[in-house]
């Protein structure tokens, strides 16, 4: 009995252990099934949720910036490129004393230490209060593009919680030169001025991305490449830096020494309208950033962004129009009056000499204003304006730089009565310098438009140069209307108002222009002028075309700009190996001041009478020196100049209104070598009459 009970007891225990082991099971067979569950909600149905949460907490994507486009001169010499250079960053979290932290850091870098110190402690305290939500709490930029001194000082001190990171920096070598073309960016590297701006998508190219894995405080680990960075294109200009570095030179000289408020110069192929140089003064150094107190003009960038009235260089567009749509000619006569003239009840007064009757050639030699404006009421206004219009005043030369200028010219519903006076001799329109060395091309160049060219090429890494594409010339005046605008401009330079322009050993001509500046506050015009000179040599065949403006002197442009030109042009010149047409050694000629009433070229536009405190100039040592004019006997003159005396030695005879067999008779029996250009009758010689032999030295005489 015993024993079926014990046995009985047994089976029962035998089946609660295997309940309980069945129990058990099921137990786990749920938790595993429950598992199992979690599993493939969170693998299979939330895997997409969880990954993005697990890369959010150990990776993270860094923009990698494409290596920024070079900008080259026309020679290939780098006039703005990007350098490798170190930034600091630390993680605050990883700082053992972030106090001497911040007073290391702020000596070696010159940092201000309570502002480090305080984005440390910030940094730290959002992390302890957000935990891993705190996004860049371990990141913290101590300074940004520091210098290669401050990088080897930093280094040597061994400081294992500073990191230090590889950052592209924009380095200008050649410092302010070309700094208004070329341009400036900010600190991210994207262009704010110059072709930096206007380029800047193609210069900068398309950044790539990194994915860095990141340990649990946040420390690199492993970098994958995600996006390669696709480097920007470089860019190949126009612009020579030899003649831009004279053009600015010689620029800055005259700018202090007459006291100019700012400055221009444009040297411009007549033929491609490739510009060589394009100076602005003042100037600046895009290395450095703007800082408060900087003059804000010096970033303005003149020969094209800052239009004015050109004043009497605008006579070249009215007498060219004449000779198109007239039948007047370089030897017609104009009648000047007698240094006033009452125009529909305005009277314009000449800026210094009264003329009688003057050639045409001669009003343009003289800058008669109202011999200008005699021919500009034979041209009309209709056609003035057409020309205008042609020559490319009024619009947009399309250069790739920002706010460029149209400058401003009105249609013939916007003139008043006087306004063809006006516009004859150079106001009441306005444009920039470089639509000035535009407009001269088509006289240098046989009559075509050209429009001007500063970028030449792109070029990404590992490919070829791409040429930028050039628009065709437009005909704008007939080539024997530009022939002759050529010679009679040579006679500004030879005897008119430009003799400072004079070139050794080359041919030139040009037109000098002074137009009163107009005081927007009292609404009348002042005696500050904007002095402008455009030229060109040789006179023959062209091979440069330069555009001088100076802006708010109280001289005219014969004495300001004039030289300007001649200094620019004789280095241009030879720099770029044109060939002489004059003798390399010019005849001498006594040294004379440069005096106002040698520079009658101001555009009077106000009924005032024309200052008289003009002073004769002697230019400074650092700018060239005005060509004298030719030597005459001691006498006084009526107006009170006084002419030096004639020095000893042969002089050059008065071959003018001779024919050719004559002049060849006279050279021979006063033993002067002559050199004979053209046929007819003899209009210009070089040197002038009277003027000094140097021993061997020939007299050029040209015929038409």
């Not at 026309?74 to 703005?80: C, D, E, S």
């Not at 996004?135 to 400081?159: C, D, H, M, N």
């Not at 491609?272 to 100076?279: D, F, M, Q």
């Not at 003009?614 to 060239?624: C, G, H, K, N, T």
């Amino acid at each position: 009995m015993q024993g079926r009970r014990g046995g009985e007891r047994g089976e029962t225990e035998e089946k609660q252990t295997a309940n309980r082991l069945l129990g058990l099971a099921a137990a786990g067979l749920l938790w595993a099934l429950l598992i199992l569950c979690r599993l493939v909600y969170i693998q299979v149905v939330s895997h997409e949720k969880y990954q993005e949460l697990a890369e959010h907490q150990q990776q993270r994507t860094i923009t990698v910036e494409a290596p920024r486009g070079a900008i080259f001169d026309r020679n290939g010499h780098p006039l703005a490129q990007s350098v490798s250079v170190d930034s600091v960053c630390i993680n605050p979290l990883r700082v053992p004393d972030r106090a001497f932290a911040a007073d290391i850091l702020s000596r070696v870098l010159g940092v201000d230490r309570r502002d480090l110190l305080d984005k440390m402690e910030r940094a730290v305290a959002d992390r302890a209060r957000l935990g891993a939500a705190a996004r860049g709490a371990g990141f913290l930029w101590v300074k940004r593009k520091i210098t290669p001194q401050e990088s080897e000082r930093l280094r040597s001190l061994k400081l294992e919680w500073v990191e230090f990171r590889k950052e592209s920096s924009r380095y200008y070598p050649n410092g302010s030169l070309a700094s208004h073309v070329v341009g400036a960016v900010d600190f991210q590297e994207r262009g704010n001025l110059g072709l930096e701006q206007s380029l800047d998508k193609a210069l900068r190219g398309r950044p790539g991305t990194i994915k860095m894995v990141m340990d649990v405080q946040q420390r690199g680990v492993e970098s994958i490449a995600s996006t390669q960075a696709d480097p920007g294109a470089s860019v190949r200009l126009s612009i020579d830096e030899r003649i831009q570095f004279v053009a600015e030179r010689e620029l800055a000289a005259a700018c202090d020494l007459y006291k100019a408020a700012s400055g221009s110069v444009v040297v411009m192929n007549p033929y491609t309208g490739e510009l060589l140089a394009v100076a602005s003064f003042p100037t600046f150094d895009p290395n450095q950033p703007p800082k408060p107190g900087d003059d804000p003009t010096a970033r303005f960038d003149h020969p094209v962004s800052v239009p004015f009235e050109p004043g009497s260089v605008f006579k070249i567009v009215t007498l060219s129009a004449a000779l198109e749509t007239t039948n007047l000619r370089p030897d017609s006569l104009i009648n000047c009056g007698t240094g006033s003239f009452n125009l529909f009840g305005r009277i314009i007064h000449e800026a210094k000499h009264g003329y009688g009757t003057l050639s045409m050639a001669d009003v343009l030699a003289k800058s008669s204003n109202i011999g200008a404006i005699q021919i500009g009421l034979r041209v009309g206004e209709k056609n003035l304006l057409e020309y205008v219009r042609r020559f490319g005043f009024g619009r947009r030369t399309g250069l790739p730089l920002p706010a460029e200028s149209s400058g401003m010219v009105r249609d013939l519903q916007y003139w008043g009565k006087t306004s063809i006076g006006s516009v004859a001799m150079g106001h009441e329109v306005s444009t920039t310098t470089v639509q000035l060395a535009q407009a001269c091309s088509v006289i240098a160049n046989g009559g075509v438009l050209v429009k001007p060219r500063l970028v030449l090429s792109r070029q990404k890494p590992g490919e070829q140069p791409v040429n930028e594409p050039a628009e065709p010339p437009r005909r704008v005046l007939k080539p024997e209307t530009a022939i002759t605008m050529r010679q009679m401009m040579e006679g500004v330079v030879l005897h008119g108002t430009g003799k400072a322009a004079r070139l050794p050993g080359y041919t030139s001509g040009g037109k000098t222009g002074s137009a009163q500046i107009f005081d927007l506050a009292t609404k009348r015009y002042t005696h500050y002028y904007n002095g402008s000179f455009v030229g060109f040599a040789p006179v023959t065949n062209p091979a440069v075309v330069i555009a001088v403006t100076l802006n708010g002197t109280k001289l005219f442009g014969g004495v300001v700009a004039a030289p300007v030109f001649k200094a620019v042009a004789t280095e241009t010149l030879r720099l770029l190996e044109v060939p002489m047409d004059l003798p390399e050694t010019a005849p001498q000629q006594e040294q004379e001041l440069v005096k106002a009433e040698d520079v009658n070229d101001a555009a009077i536009a106000d009924m005032s009478t024309p200052p008289d405190d003009l002073e004769p100039v002697r230019l400074s040592p650092s700018a060239p020196a005005a060509v004298p004019a030719p030597a005459r006997p001691m006498q006084q003159q009526a107006s009170g100049a006084v002419t030096v005396a004639l020095a000893p030695g042969p002089v050059a005879p008065n071959f003018e209104g001779k024919s050719v067999r004559s002049v060849l008779k006279e050279a021979v029996a006063k033993g002067v070598p002559v050199e004979i250009v053209g046929s007819g009758i003899a209009r210009l010689q070089t040197p002038l009459p009277g003027a000094a032999l140097n021993p061997g030295g020939r007299v050029r005489v040209e015929f038409r």
